[in-house]
């Protein structure tokens, strides 16, 4: 009882558990393995955790909406080799980068057109984009251009790699992203109709919220996003690669849903997008530190979505009878 007042307490109550399960989960692999704090484990942890949690952040906005985006995973692949790929056309690293967010944000705003105005299922939407921006992933690295794709200006590898306080550029920018996020959702109106809209999408557009608009900006955040996380770790590895965020959609969807987020909408936020990266990623550390073997990484995480899944599920099913609705 005392813990439930307690969650109730804390700003971004949907995140509480997972914030609670991620301390506990951070104590047993300090005190179960003399490798944690090493130094490169730190920053290998930073090193996915930071541009992961972007992504997981673009797309807890559409799970708060009742949706979801499959193809964060080939945005933020496409938008790291499109940023290389200029960098070694030798555009200044400021356009280079900002070009290579703003076609995220293109890919993006078309997933938010093809769901909001042409009426497609975001699930048929993004997979389509999903495939195609991935297959254009697979054509430029498997071309000639993939040889040049490397010897960045040292501008752009600082940015990758200098450190501030022990964390990387990626790690601050991702802090702050997570704060604006966070006061957005919470404090300011836009942010709220995001709830209100993932709450009953018909009875707000029945009250004159713009459920179309909404959707197409939640979108469009979303492949931004993902091309910062792409960009980030580009500039974290110093190369492009041709598996850049192949197949983390549904480590992405994991994670927000870990964190608070509900598939049904109405719930989450970016605290939770945080969290829920967090668990992942030391779910992940955990079987490095420990030798366990990998393939069962799968089995674990299916297992904990299901588990998450299903107690939502229930939890939903008591709102709505304590509501009357059924």
Do not use: H
Not at 10 to 24: E, M, R, Y
Not at 30 to 49: D, K, R
Not at 54 to 66: F, N, P, R, S, T
Not at 174 to 179: E, F, K, P, R, S
């Amino acid at each position: 009882m005392r813990l439930k007042m307690l969650a109730q307490k804390v700003k971004g109550f949907d995140c509480f558990f997972s914030l609670l399960v991620c301390v506990f989960f951070f104590i047993c692999l300090a005190a179960g393995s003399p490798y944690f704090f090493n130094q490169q484990n730190i920053l290998s942890l930073q090193a996915s955790i930071a541009p992961y949690t972007m992504l997981a952040a673009g797309m807890m906005l559409l799970i708060i909406m009742g949706m979801f985006d499959l193809s964060v995973g080939s945005v933020m692949g496409f938008s790291g080799i499109f940023c290389a790929y200029l960098l070694t056309e030798k555009l200044p690293v400021m356009a280079a980068v900002l070009l290579a967010l703003a076609a995220g944000a293109a890919i993006g705003a078309l997933n938010g057109i093809l769901v909001a105005y042409a009426g497609i299922s975001p699930l048929i939407a993004t997979i389509g984009t999903q495939f195609i921006f991935r297959g254009f992933c697979e054509l430029i690295m498997t071309s000639e251009l993939a040889v040049s794709l490397t010897g960045f200006p040292a501008g752009f590898l600082k940015f990758g790699n200098m450190r501030f306080l022990g964390l990387y550029p990626m790690t601050w920018i991702m802090l702050l992203a997570v704060v604006i996020f966070q006061i957005i959702l919470m404090k300011t109106w836009p942010g709220r109709w995001f709830y209100y809209i993932g709450g009953n999408k018909i009875s707000a557009s029945t009250m004159g919220f713009p459920v179309k608009g909404m959707t197409f900006l939640a979108f469009t955040v979303s492949g931004f996003m993902s091309a910062l996380g792409g960009v980030m770790s580009v500039a974290r590895s110093q190369a492009a690669s041709r598996y850049l965020g192949n197949g983390i959609q549904v480590d992405i969807l994991i994670a927000c849903v870990v964190g608070g987020g509900s598939l049904l909408g109405g719930k989450g936020d970016a605290a939770g997008a945080l969290t829920g990266t967090i668990f992942l990623i030391l779910l992940d550390n955990a079987f490095n530190l420990f030798g366990i073997n990998s393939l069962f990484k799968g089995v674990v995480i299916g297992g904990i979505l299901m588990l998450v899944v299903m107690v939502d599920g229930i939890l939903a099913m008591r709102r709505m009878k304590a509501l009357g609705k059924i």
